[in-house]
């Protein structure tokens, strides 16, 4: 079983959607949650960073962790074709340690 | 501009060879790191290095070599032990210290495809 499993897609919506994007997890050591987008071979960017369990938004992005359920999610409201990337959730212990990576979700947002 | 550069864009490899990948950053950061990505299967880690001149194993690092000479620079090879280098290559960086290691910044991303 890998440490952080994430639903491959591709996922295809229409323009204004509501996305909801999610990784599970089996370490209930991890503290540092984050997601990063990735466009089309290029380098990921931090998207969203969460400390602990809780919610965190920014703009139409809100990330959710609820480490009871080791589940984290990724919530994108008014989806934009601009949207359309490869989000990969990642997360890591506290005081060391490597970040570990889920396999990355693939978006599409049709106009 | 601050950032990561990684070059080529683009390698081939024939068989039997040894090719390097460079990665250059001008962050100021400790830590760099390299990364392989496969369709389907995330982000694998190779090697890092946390401070200049030491390095350690990732997950998979059979077939790889690095060197860091220098904070600024983490260049890898892929060496002819490597027999599926087929792969997206990804440098990063981040500032080093243990409990914010895990905001990285990554390069453009080098494409390394065997003849």
């Known amino acids: 079983q890998k440490e952080v499993e994430q639903d491959p897609g591709p996922l295809s919506v229409p323009e204004g959607a509501i996305v909801s994007l999610n990784c599970t997890y089996s370490?209930?050591?991890?503290?540092?949650f984050m997601w990063y987008r990735q466009y089309s071979r290029k380098g990921p960017e931090l998207l969203m960073y969460t400390y602990s369990s809780g919610n965190k938004e920014d703009g139409r992005f809100t990330a959710q962790v609820d480490k009871s359920s080791k589940y984290i999610s990724l919530f994108i409201r008014d989806s934009q074709p601009s949207d359309s990337a490869t989000y990969l959730c990642a997360m890591k212990v506290s005081g060391g340690g490597k970040l570990i990576f889920g396999q990355g979700t693939e978006l599409s947002v049709k106009p | 501009d601050g950032g990561i550069t990684q070059s080529p864009k683009y390698l081939f490899r024939k068989e039997g060879q040894n090719v390097t990948l460079s990665c250059e950053q001008n962050l100021n950061h400790d830590a760099m790191y390299w990364y392989r990505q496969d369709p389907g299967q995330g982000l694998r880690l190779i090697y890092y290095s946390q401070i200049v001149n030491d390095f350690q194993k990732g997950d998979i690092a059979e077939g790889y070599s690095v060197s860091r000479e220098k904070k600024e620079s983490f260049p890898l090879t892929v060496t002819s032990a490597q027999k599926n280098p087929t792969a997206f290559y990804l440098c990063a960086s981040s500032i080093g210290n243990r409990d914010r290691s895990e905001k990285l910044f990554f390069g453009s991303g080098t494409q390394l495809s065997v003849l």
């Open positions: 370490n209930s050591a991890f503290q540092y």
